[in-house]
Structures are given as C-alpha cells and as structure tokens.
C-alpha cells in the first residue's frame, strides 16, 4: 500500500510545471514571527531488499525505500528562549518525536546556550545534518550512522560463538541472555533517534565547544532509562579559515540495560560504548567535501566469561558533491566499516562483524529551489552473509519548506 | 522636431503568473516638453519578514538576521520612448550579503548591466538563481576581498537565493529601457524624462499582483501623480 501512496505522491509533487511552482518555498510564520513551522516530504523508491538488509535503520526500515514526512516548529517566546520540536513519520507509520527541546541562552551577551530534552547529538557532524535533505546530497547513509552492527543492548550472547554466529546479522540478531525476541542490533551511531538529556554550547569565533550528558548512548539513545548508567559526551570545532571546519569528538556511556546486567555474574560492568571520532568539511566555489572517522568500543559482556570483551568498530567515509549547473549537482561517497578481532579458539579469531564496504553515486536535479529530484547508485560489499554484493539503484523526490 | 519611438517592452513576471503582452508596437510621435510621472505605492497588506526555517540540528540560538524590506516596489513604463533604449555606460550596482540578508532587496536595472555581489558578512553564501531569464550559480566565497558579478542581458525578473541561508532572497528586475523606479521608504516613486504621450505605468510588488494605469503625460510636459495601492485589505 505504501508503494501505492509514494506513486501518487510523486506524480503529485510533479504534476503540471505550474503546480511545482506554486508549491510553498517558505516556512509559515505565526505570532508575529516568533513562531515558525517548516515541513519535509521524503518519497525514496529502491529495490527491494529483504534478504541482505544492507540499508536497513533500527527502526527496521529500509532508507532505500521509504517514505518520510516531518513536520519542524520553533517558538520563541522571548529573545533568549526556543521552544524547538520535530515530529516525524516513516512509511505512514506511527508519528514519533524525534526532536523536543527547549534551549535557553542564559547571558545575552555571550554564545553559550544550553539545550534540554531530546536534543540534537552532541557526537560527530553527520547525526545533525543527515536527516536534512536540504543537506544532504545522498540518498543512502553513511555506515556508522546506519548500518546494523550485532551489537544489542537489551540481549547478550551466553558464548562468543553465540556473538559469531551473528556476524553480518545485524538486521535481525538473537542472544539467550536478556531479551529472546529476534531485533535489530545497534549502528554505531544512531542518526534516526535522538537522545534525551542536557546539551551546552559555546561559539566562538573560531572554535565551538559542546558537551552533554545524556540517558542513553550513541548506538542506543533513549527518551527514558534503562540502565541507570548516563552518557558523556563533547565536541569541539575549529574553524580556522572560511569553508573548513574541523571536528574532534568523544563520546562514553553505559550501554547493557539493567535487566539484562541482573542476569550476570558481574552485575557492576561498567559495560561501556566509548567512542572517538574526528570530522571535517571544505568547501569552495562549487565544491562540497565532508569526511568522518568513527572508532567505537563496545564492553560487552560475555555471559559464560568473567571479564567483558573489548569489541572495536572502525567507520570512515568521505564524500563530494559537485554543482555542475545552477540546477544540477553529482555526488559520490565512499564508505568502510570494519570490526575488530575476538579469539574464539586456537587459531581462530575472525572478525566479530561482517567488514562492510559502500561507494554511492548520486545525481540531483533541482525542480525548484525546494523541490530536488535524485538517482543513486550504490555498491556494498560485506565479508560474511548469504549474499555478500549488492548494487541498489534508487530515486527519490524530496520537498522541503 | 524630435521623432521618438515607442516599443512595447517584454517582462515575465512570476508574481503575475502571466507573460505580459508581447508584440510590439511603434508610435511616432512628436516630443516638446519632458514630464514626470511620480506618486506613492502603497502596500496593504503587512508583508512578515522572511523566516529562517526551524533546524533541529541546530545547537546554538541562530544568529539574528537582518530584517528584509519587502515593501520595495517597482514602478515602470510598459511602453517607453526611443530614447530610453539608447546604449550608454551603466553603473555597476551592488547585490550585497550583510547580516544574512541581500542589500537591496529589490534592484532594477537595464539589460547589459553587470551587477556585482560582493560579500560583506561574516559568513559563506552561495548565491544563486534559477530564473530563466539569468540562470546562475556564483558557489561558495567568503567574506571580503574579491567577489563575484553577472552581466543581465535579457529582460525580465530574476529571483536570487542563497544556498546556504534559506531565508535569503532577493529580486532583479531587468528592464529593456530605462523608465523604472524603486520605491524609497515611503513608497515614493519617480520616473523622469518622460516624452508627451500616453503610457501604461506598472506597479509591481513581490507579495501582490502588479496593477496597471493609464497615464497621459501632456504637450506642455509637466508632473503626473499616480498613486497605487497593491494587496489584499
């Protein structure tokens, strides 16, 4: 039924030329301008993919495929306070909120303002532009910021062979201790959830600095608790000339729910996420370059094991968008997620996950201003699963005001 | 005796969704005395300012833009004397990038005018346009030192945005001839130097339907005031 709608929704959006031009291009303001209300409308249209499950997101869509609708507002009642949200729908489904918060600049005078809710994440540069489409010029996702790892936080393995068994299952991983169901394991970085906690942040002329404190971590953000563990997490940003930016980030927090840690011979842990990661961005005339490293340690325990297991993942990506025309733009990413080693026995010691590779080529046509039409291409290799290769074309239309 | 020439002008006008008509027409005719034709647009309704759409990803209060002044109209001869498409030397005005806004946010000029952009804010833009008439994409530069500039050689409205900053727009008006004239705070206006004759006057603003009048400029020349009210009460 959803294929159904995003045909319509598509034959819509491009319907007669004069229907496309007399689509908004501007948020609607209320209030005396003190209110603002934008909207996006995402229609992806991909091949089918429900045997390797490269591009699915933990919310066990697939992002090749689907259709998205948010809607964004912001209040400001005074000169110093926000009242920020956002709330969204993939493939009709249930409307969630994905941002909620309310931000405060405590002195007028100085660019410190502190943000509480479920705020943007601190982490990285991709978590907070990605869902953008009005900046983001692909179609799929980087791997650290979507592709499922086997990691849970609500489930462990009773042996390590338990955890090899699910190499490159991440879509669908089941462990004996904790919870049975069969669920999505935990990207690296989840960039379709948004944690709940408080945020502070300078800017200053060069150099901006964040930190927070949160209820959940980085693969795993939570609205309410479940372990009793916070996360810890801060950025700084440098900015040494126009165009660049350059990022270093770090990121520690509990990630094993209390539940499951009752069931372990060492309940304490500290069962941690910690992660590292390091960003940039330049551009230039017609030139976009972005890149991203992300290193990820997981503590996970190991039920018949007296001490957790270190598991390291590896992602980095680089991409460029190119405008050729006013209208007309290429981009190309290309992408690799690796995994550390674990011992399983004498001799044998594979990789804990699946190494995944990705290159994606896209091409955008701007329709209008905020109206983008897209096509990709995009290649994944992985070094386990049933079927280890996989090219993806898609389409997608997105509109935004 | 002066001969001077009339010719219709060509202008797509988006806010009109229409093309204004086309064929041309010559009138001769006889010019003694040079009139004015002046008066006031007035804007009914209140235009709000442009808003930055909300960004969630945001972890800073966004920085305050600059007010955009969208009660800025044009007004302008749909048909204009000879002399008015004489080639001469135009000045190069200025699309500037202050405060995350475009300074003007209206400019009228004469085709086969070069407009510079510079950039004199504390940030990158990107400006660009997807009008028909003067498709084009300066990309990214920062602020000061060398900017960027577009030669306009056809007639017609040119909306400009830029890349980065949503909120950001402004409008070039391109006129064949040079009987046009942006109103000033008060919504004045004043087109000079116009032959004995009648003539059609446009009043065009961006958030109304441009409304036309009929204006005789007579033998002995003189001042004509033509007052406009544009937009909903």
Not at chain 1, 124 to 135: E, I, K, L
Not at chain 1, 250 to 260: H, L
Not at chain 2, 39 to 54: F, H
Not at chain 2, 157 to 176: E, K, Q, T, Y
């Amino acid at each position: 039924m959803w294929r159904s709608l995003v045909v319509v929704s598509v034959l819509a959006l491009c319907g007669a030329p004069a229907a496309a031009q007399t689509l908004p291009s501007t948020p609607v303001t209320a209030l005396d301008g003190r209110l603002v209300v934008g909207a996006e409308v995402v229609a992806t249209y991909g091949d089918p993919d429900n045997i390797t499950f490269f591009n699915y997101t933990d919310y066990e869509h697939n992002t090749l495929r689907m259709f998205r609708a948010a809607l964004a507002a912001s209040w400001r009642p005074t000169s110093r306070i926000d009242v920020v949200g956002e709330v969204r729908s993939e493939d009709l489904g249930q409307v969630r909120p994905y941002a909620a918060y309310l931000r405060v600049r405590p002195w007028s005078g100085r660019p410190f303002d502190v943000q509480v809710g479920r705020i943007p994440p601190t982490f990285g540069a991709f978590g907070r532009r990605g869902y953008q489409v009005s900046d983001n010029p692909f179609i799929g996702y980087p791997l650290s910021y979507q592709y499922l790892t086997s990691i849970r936080s609500d489930a462990v393995p009773a042996t390590v062979a338990d955890l090899i068994v699910m190499r490159s299952r991440g879509w669908r991983t089941t462990y004996p201790i904790g919870s049975t169901d069969p669920a999505p394991g935990l990207p690296l970085v989840s960039t379709f959830r948004w944690d709940t906690g408080i945020q502070g942040h300078w800017e200053g002329r060069k150099v901006d600095l964040t930190g927070s404190v949160t209820t959940g971590t980085l693969s795993d953000p939570r609205v309410s608790e479940n372990n009793g563990g916070k996360q810890v997490s801060g950025r700084v940003a440098l900015r040494p000339i126009y165009g660049l930016i350059l990022g270093a980030s770090a990121a520690r927090g509990d990630f094993i729910a209390s539940n499951v840690k009752r069931r372990l011979s060492n309940p304490d842990g500290p069962y941690a996420q910690t992660a590292l990661g390091a960003d940039a961005e330049y551009s230039r005339d017609h030139w976009l370059v972005r890149g991203e490293l992300v290193w990820s340690r997981w503590n996970l325990p190991i039920a018949a094991e007296p001490t957790p297991r270190d598991l390291d993942a590896l992602g980095s990506w680089v991409e460029g968008r190119y405008r050729l025309t006013p209208r007309i733009f290429v981009a190309a990413r290309v992408d690799r997620l690796g995994f550390s080693r674990v011992e399983v026995g004498p001799g044998f010691n594979p990789t804990w996950d699946a190494r995944v590779k990705r290159v994606e080529v896209d091409s955008g046509y701007y329709i209008q201003r905020n109206l983008v039409a897209r096509v990709a291409v995009q290649y994944n290799d992985r070094e386990g699963g049933r079927i280890r290769k996989r090219t993806y074309f898609s389409g997608q239309l997105a509109f935004w005001f | 005796m002066k001969r001077v020439r009339y010719a219709l002008v060509v202008l797509n006008t988006v806010s009109t969704g229409g093309l204004l008509p086309s064929a041309a027409a010559r009138v001769e005719r006889d010019a003694s005395v040079n009139g004015t034709i002046r008066g006031r647009v007035e804007i009914r309704q209140a235009l709000p300012d442009l808003a930055r759409r909300p960004n969630v990803g945001d972890v800073a209060m966004p920085r305050a833009h600059d007010s955009t002044d969208r009660r800025r109209s044009v007004v302008y001869l749909e048909t204009a004397p000879r002399a008015a498409f004489d080639q001469r030397e135009e000045p190069r005005p200025k699309l500037d990038q202050r405060n995350e806004t475009f300074v003007p946010h209206v400019l009228a000029i004469v085709a086969g005018t070069t407009v510079d952009f510079p950039n004199n804010d504390q940030t990158y833009h990107n400006v660009f346009s997807f009008s028909a008439t003067q498709p084009f994409d300066l990309g990214r530069y920062p602020p000061g030192g060398r900017f960027k500039s577009i030669k306009f050689d056809r007639p017609g409205i040119v909306r400009v945005f830029c890349d980065i900053h949503s909120h950001m727009s402004a409008f070039i008006l391109v006129f064949a001839h040079r009987h046009f004239s942006v109103t000033d705070d008060e919504g004045h206006y004043r087109l000079d130097n116009v032959p004995p004759g009648t003539y059609t006057v446009i009043a065009w603003n961006e958030a109304a339907p441009s409304e036309s009048k009929r204006v005789v400029i007579p033998e002995s020349g003189g001042d004509v005031e033509t007052n406009f009210s544009l937009g909903r009460r």
